[in-house]
């Protein structure tokens, strides 16, 4: 069983900036991609960015430039820096992971608990 712990979520002023972290923890082979998604009220889930384990990463327009999505493969960890935080960015952000269970096994997707990030304007 894998499970992903988010931490680093708040309240911050707009033009601030949070970092948010997900170690993932359990038995498993390994990890391919790990992103981060998130939910506003009333919307549905997004994903904001990705990366892959070799390091490529790819992000939704709308945080383009202001967020950087970054893994340590040791560690299990997917990290996201957010700076130049906006109201609209206000959401529960989920980490997610494509885990293999074993080494010929398919990858399955797992998800954190959430972390809330509110924006106040």
Avoid at 21 to 30: E, K, L, N, P
Avoid at 49 to 70: E, K, L, M, P, Q
Avoid at 100 to 107: F, G, K
Wanted: aromatic share 10%.
């Amino acid at each position: 069983q894998v499970q992903l712990v988010e931490s680093g979520g708040g309240l911050v002023q707009a033009g601030g900036s949070l970092r948010l972290s997900c170690a993932a923890s359990g038995r498993f082979f390994s990890i391919n991609v790990m992103g981060w998604y998130r939910q506003a009220p009333g919307k549905q889930r997004e994903l904001v960015a990705g990366i892959s384990n070799g390091g490529i990463a790819n992000y939704v327009d709308s945080v383009t430039g202001r967020f950087t999505i970054s893994r340590d493969n040791a560690k299990n960890t997917v990290y996201l820096q957010m700076n130049s935080l906006k109201p609209e960015d206000t959401a529960v952000y989920y980490c997610n992971a494509g885990v293999h269970r074993y080494w010929n096994s398919p990858a399955t997707m797992s998800w954190g608990q959430g972390t809330q990030v509110t924006v106040s304007s």
